[in-house]
């Protein structure tokens, strides 16, 4: 409880002193970036912090955070004393005029962190999947002496991952004096709070631009109250709503549509829903990891039907799961990026810039702030870059439509814009690029992997129901449409990406032969037949095409219908009073962004059924992992766009119809968090009490283990040797808990993250050492990766075979508690 206090009050003075800076940089919207005011504040604080550590001009301690806090600190007070056009009066007016906004903002803050904190608290362990690997993170920049970070796995190199989000874990730890076992799940209830409030600002910002209906003076009171609760709705669906497949779960425990042969279960094919029920039935799903299968709803089989598995998680399986990797780490940053291309594309940062090659027509503060989160964007998580990018680019594209029309001068807009911010994000974080060594290896043809559209919809469905009921009132009620237009450019899309597939495969036929030949044999084909047989395919999966082009379609055909060129659009601030926001604001402004959202959100969905990232997985399983996930955020915040305009637009029958939809899609995709979270806490009754510290389990599972690693913790530093095995397991166990690097830990992560030649010997030699009764050979061993302790526990003696002697003869033993022994190099 101290400590979640602790990180309460600090995330909120951080959130107090970075909004006179949010007020000034984000004009257009409504909010000034009051929701976003947290996460900028803690972007611009960790930047400072590790720039300023990498370069040298601080330290890795509470000094080097105090130094953050005293730029955060100058830049705001510039912000708020420097003459500008938003003056100090005008600060503390908006301040008195918002106080429901604000009160609204803090309380759901509040109620999220704690929320999420609670749950936490409830199954607090930090085991399983990649949680490991994440706590290692943590712990190694935590006890890092200066920066870049060291990496724990792979003595004598730094970290070679985009850790940024590691790095604000570790400064809010080190800050509040919290351990990272604790950290850790502080840190997910805080992702959790600050993605709330995100999207509620970005849905709020959206609706202050939607022209709501005044009549009268009840209307208008009405219209204020709806301003304030219907953004919720983003949280709602960004955060907590979730597949069908939590649904599906409960329909399969109770037996429903299950009889023995061919029937809707082995149709669906969904691995453990393929098979029968278990007896006796029942409505709670009670196999082992249930709700895992909700993560690995898209089902990939090559031309001989062998399986491979693909990664299609969602945000609220990340928070369920407790996974603290970056891209949950990314969610409140990647909304800031979607909050920074709302406020460009309706208006903020006007100013203009000379390029050499053109003009640029916004401010340098905006610039620098797009930069700023671009770069910290691709630092956090850098498969959110291109989205980010895209979405900010294509924006401002759409602001200089509204501007000037329709042209092939928007090309040059987003060229003007894109380039310089990207050179100038790298720059600004090029310390984390010259460390950096990336696996991934290029654009690779998926001819054998399209999605079934029974599995598109059961990863989307709950999220598609009120887009599609969106798009067709917005069809019904004549908003402008172009479409021809819309269907031209969703063919030539959908064109583009088959060209591409059969290019890049003409391409690396020619220059990667023997890899076209592999792929080929594996699959007992010739050339011919293995492309007829992936299209029959294709054809027989064409549920899925058909629906993203269903969405495809309507969309661009409003967007090219609603932004063109219109004087009718206000240049200036808007105001947050229903009345107000209907003076010389009409829908273009909010339906303009939203439908950005739809189609770059649908083109993530479509993308990996014909091309994906290479890297060392060999298919699409990263690709459709990531791109999903950067869907399901931007499809999550038009869903709920689309749904507060219904529920206030629509009247009689069709308010009725939708309300029944909208219930039940609640019902189908509350399902999963409900049981889920019931499951993951024994309901809400943990066998060893409510913590937020992992470590407590260490202690009480492996005592011995756990008083050596609080040794470790207060010794002098130095390379510990362990056993090595395996990832997703219990090695590396003592410098994931004691911040110390050990000469190599998980092998297979190392080789995901740098050149495998790196690793070396230094598998086979940690075996020789353990093993060897030859001291000189241990010593050089010894020598070579400058190992001073030297642990030998269960694991060790499980895992090779132990010749403890030399040790005892040569070293000196510094620790001993029950089998654990550390011997420390003389």
Known sequence: MPSFLAWYILI?????????????????????????????????????????ASLGFAQNDIGGLLLGWVILGGLSAWAYFVPHASRPTQLIEWLKENKS????????FLVAFALMAFIRAANPEIVGTEKPMELMFINGIMNSPGFPPRDLWLSGYSISYYYFGYVMTSMLAMFT???????????????????????????????????????NLRSKIENRK????????????LLLVSNVEGFLEVLHRKGLFWREGTNFWTWLDMKELSQAPSLPLGWMPDRYLWWWRASRVVQDYDLNDTFFEAIDEFPFFSFLLGDLHPHVLAIPFLLLGVGVALNLFLGGWRGRIDLFFGQLRIDKAGFFV????????????????????????????????????????????????GIPAAITAVVMYLPFYIGFDSQA????????????????????????????AYLIHSSWTGTPAHWLKGILITLGILLTLVAAMFAIGFVASKFKPEIVEAILQSQGRDLNAFIADSMRRRLSYVGGLITLTALLIPSFAFLFGSAGKSSD??????????????????????????????????????????????????????????????????????????????????????????????????????????????????????????????FERVQRENPDEAAAMLWLRS???????????????????????????????????????????????????????????????????????????????????????????????????????????????P
Do not use: C
């Not at 092998?747 to 001291?775: C, K, V």
């Open 370 to 417: 797009i930069a700023l989160v671009l770069g910290g964007l691709a630092f956090l998580n850098t498969w959110d870059i291109l989205i980010a990018a895209g979405l900010i680019v294509f924006s401002y594209a759409l602001r200089r439509v509204r501007e000037a029309g329709w042209d092939w001068e928007r090309i040059e807009d987003v060229l003007l814009l």
């Open 101 to 108: 906004l604000i009160l609204s903002i803090e309380i759901l």
């Open 569 to 694: 659009i206000s240049q200036d601030t808007p105001q947050t009073n229903g009345d107000e926001r209907s003076n010389g604001m009409n829908s273009r402004s909010s339906m303009g962004f939203v439908l950005l959202l739809v189609t770059l959100g649908t083109l993530l969905i479509l993308g990996p059924d014909f091309l994906y990232l290479r890297d060392q997985f060999g298919y699409r399983i990263n690709s459709v992992f990531k791109f999903y996930y950067e869907a399901w955020i931007l499809l999550s915040l038009a869903s709920a766009f689309g749904t507060a305009v219904l529920l206030h637009n629509l009247r009689s029958a069709a308010r009725i119809i939708f309300g029944f939809l909208l219930a039940l899609v609640l019902i189908v995709s509350l399902m999963y968090p409900t049981l889920g979270i019931l499951t993951k806490t024994n309901n809400f009754k943990p066998l060893f009490g409510y913590t937020l510290d992992d």
């Open 12 to 52: 909120t003075l951080l959130g107090w002193i970075t909004f006179p800076l949010t007020h000034r940089l984000f004009p257009a919207l409504a909010d000034r970036g009051y929701s976003f005011t947290r996460a900028f504040g803690l972007l611009i604080w960790g930047y400072a912090f590790w720039l300023s």
């Open 226 to 237: 709806s301003l304030i609760a219907s953004p919720l709705l983003a949280p709602l669906f």
């Open 715 to 825: 010794a002098p530093d130095g390379v510990v040797a362990e056993a090595i095995g395996g990832q997703y397991s219990q090695f590396a166990r003592i410098s994931i808990y004691t911040g110390l690097p050990t000469v190599l830990g998980w092998p297979g992560h190392e080789g995901q993250w740098r050149d495998n030649a790196l690793q070396g010997s230094r598998q086979h030699d940690i075996e020789i050492l353990y093993s060897t009764p030859n001291w000189v050979v241990a010593d050089q061993i010894l020598r070579r990766y400058d190992i001073r302790y030297v642990v030998v526990g269960g694991l060790e003696r499980t895992a090779y075979r132990l010749n403890e002697a030399k040790f005892n003869s040569f070293m000196k033993r510094v620790f001993q508690q029950g089998s654990l022994t550390i011997y420390e190099v």
């Open 177 to 215: 004096g919290a351990p990272a076992t604790m950290a850790f799940n502080l840190m997910i209830a805080l992702v959790f709070g600050l993605g709330a409030i995100g999207a509620y600002g970005i849905l709020y910002n959206l609706l202050a631009h939607y022209p709501l209906p005044v009549t």
């Open 441 to 468: 290896g290029g654009v690779v043809p998926n001819f054998m992997f399209p999605t079934r559209g029974a599995h598109t919809w059961v990863m989307w469905g709950t999220l598609f129901v009120p887009l599609f």
